[in-house]
């Protein structure tokens, strides 16, 4: 079967955003601020109204954010047309400012693994609220890739178990994936009520608590469109390890009319990733790309004070909890500490002699740590160790066992050093050097 690629025209050029690219361009440099500090972000809640009103708002979040390769964008369906919940897999979607391409090879995992979303273009054909989220990821990132999906009133365990897919498939896909949640607040009540309620609304969104912004919703009667893409992102972002989330900016539509009897609200809110170290972070990818692409990538352009370091390195590599893979050099072999990790992690991934090589399809359930060790130095007896603070050396000639500080399991000297002298192929009653070692150690 041949598929026919889509190519979805803008609905509302011309009523929501400007359709002359020039201005649309002039209005989104408005919106955009260009000097704010970006944080990297599993996914945000955008507005999605006329550009005039919560335009300000989209801006400040979009302005916040690292821009990934790929957004996921969920948006309310406003028309109720199309499947309840509807994803599109192939084509583009076209704004005055070109054509944004759907990533074609995640949104087809996600619908794969979807009890859920159904392919379905006929619920996008006329809606606005992913539409007008498109521009300003164009304008800030030229070859930014889409997502779209379209989810009808659901109930909560339905926004839960999607969030819970699409996180599956972002980790599956080791992309650099965000959501984005288009929703407006409290709709056509005076600002004073409007803002009450959704105060009450963005507090469980920044606590990541779904089920307390459906309760919400339901007993203070607020009409937030978006619930069920806010819903899913909250699911979504905790299984990708998130645990709050940060408002940038609320206003109404008031704030734009000077009309506060009946006002629109619009809140933006960021819910930053897990914190990852530089360092873990090179030892990830280099993981992933060695094991998807067999390929070895580069050091990053611009080194951290870490990486710049020579010393020695160690990378551990544990799944569900358990190691799988562990392999470093006890003094350096390369230029800087950057290219030690780069090395060794690609051994712990597929050399380490009491593991088969790492598959692709373990990757999402691998963590990792490196550890950056001291130079070791000799001691004179055991009271100078403590397994804790200090990694263990021991050495009867060119046979040498290693073992790193503060590992489960190992309390003691006596253990430290017999696990050392096991590794070395060491008889307990050989004469032995001991020496010790600290690392920083990076998750």
Not at 220 to 231: D, K, Q, R, T
Not at 235 to 251: D, F
Not at 397 to 406: A, E, M, S, T
């Amino acid at each position: 079967m041949v598929e026919v690629a889509v190519l979805r025209s803008p609905a509302v050029a011309g009523q929501f955003y400007p359709a002359s690219p020039a201005e649309l361009r002039a209005m989104l440099d408005r919106m955009i601020d260009k000097k704010a500090e970006k944080q990297d972000a599993v996914g945000l809640l955008s507005p999605h109204a006329g550009y005039i009103y919560s335009g300000p708002v989209a801006g400040a979040v979009m302005s916040r954010v690292e821009l990934k390769d790929t957004f996921i964008i969920l948006g309310p369906n406003h028309t109720g047309r199309g499947k309840p919940f509807s994803i599109m897999t192939q084509g583009a979607w076209r704004t005055p400012l070109g054509d944004v391409k759907i990533d074609s090879e995640l949104g087809k995992r996600i619908l794969a693994a979807s009890s859920c979303l159904q392919e379905d273009s006929l619920a996008h054909q006329y809606e606005h609220s992913i539409e007008v989220q498109i521009p300003f990821l164009q304008h800030l990132k030229s070859d930014v890739m889409i997502v779209p999906i379209v989810l009808a009133d659901a109930t909560g365990e339905a926004c839960k178990q999607i969030g819970r897919e699409l996180a599956a498939a972002i980790k599956q896909s080791g992309r650099e994936v965000a959501i984005i949640a288009s929703s407006d607040m409290t709709h056509y009540e005076s600002q004073e009520a409007a803002r009450e309620k959704d105060t009450r609304a963005i507090e469980a969104i920044l606590e990541l608590d779904g089920d307390g912004l459906l309760e919400r919703i339901a007993r203070l009667n607020i009409s937030m469109c978006g619930y069920a893409p806010a819903v899913c992102l909250i699911s979504a972002a905790r299984e990708l390890g998130a645990t709050r989330a940060e408002l940038v900016k609320y206003q109404t539509s008031g704030d734009t009319t000077g009309d506060y009897s009946s006002v629109v609200g619009y809140a933006g809110v960021i819910v930053p990733g897990k914190k990852t170290h530089p360092l873990v972070k090179l030892a990830k990818d280099t993981v992933e790309k060695y094991v998807r692409e067999g390929k070895v990538i580069q050091p990053p352009a611009e080194l951290t004070p870490q990486m710049k370091e020579r010393a020695g390195v160690f990378v551990s590599i544990h799944k569900l909890g358990e190691l799988r893979g562990c392999i470093g050099t006890l003094e350096p072999m390369t230029k800087n500490a950057a290219e030690e990790i780069i090395v060794n992690a690609i051994s712990s991934a597929t050399r380490d002699p009491r593991f088969p090589p790492i598959a692709p399809g373990e990757l999402a359930d691998l963590e990792y740590s490196v550890d950056v060790l001291t130079r070791p130095e000799p001691v004179s007896g055991r009271d100078q160790l403590e397994p804790c603070r200090y990694g263990c050396i021991v050495e009867c000639g060119f046979r040498r066992g290693l073992l790193l500080p503060d590992l489960e399991g190992v309390d003691t000297v006596e253990q430290q050093i017999e696990i050392c002298c096991r590794k070395a192929g060491i008889a307990p009653d050989e004469p032995v050097k001991l020496y010790r070692f600290e690392v920083k150690r990076y998750k």
